[in-house]
């Protein structure tokens, strides 16, 4: 099982820190101003696309879409733990995940 402190450390270091996570819908992108994209890689294989950090009203936020920004992953196949440990690795201590079915 990984440990804490490696997700930790890797935020350490880095400028692409963010307090707050989003795991949520493409349609999100356009929320965020100033935005950058961030490679990370996970003890569980790769999330399910690259983090983009951005500005949300002053905040700093990491957003990750769940199922990939061309919806390439169902429901079943999402890489939950990679998703989740990549916004760990990057500060995110907070994840709002809206979602919609139908």
Do not use: K
């Not at 440990?3 to 880095?14: E, H, K, Q, V, W």
């Amino acid at each position: 099982m990984a440990d804490d402190t490696a997700a930790s450390g890797a935020a350490a270091g880095s400028d692409d820190g963010a307090p707050i996570g989003v795991l949520g819908g493409s349609g999100l992108y356009r929320l965020l101003e100033g935005t950058r994209t961030v490679e990370v890689s996970t003890p569980y294989g790769p999330p399910s696309d690259p983090v983009v950090v951005g500005d949300v009203d002053g905040r700093t936020v990491a957003f990750l879409p769940r199922h990939g920004a061309d919806h390439r992953f169902p429901p079943h196949r999402i890489p939950y733990r990679a998703n989740l440990w990549a916004l760990r690795s990057l500060g995110v201590r907070q994840v709002l995940a809206p979602c919609a079915v139908g």
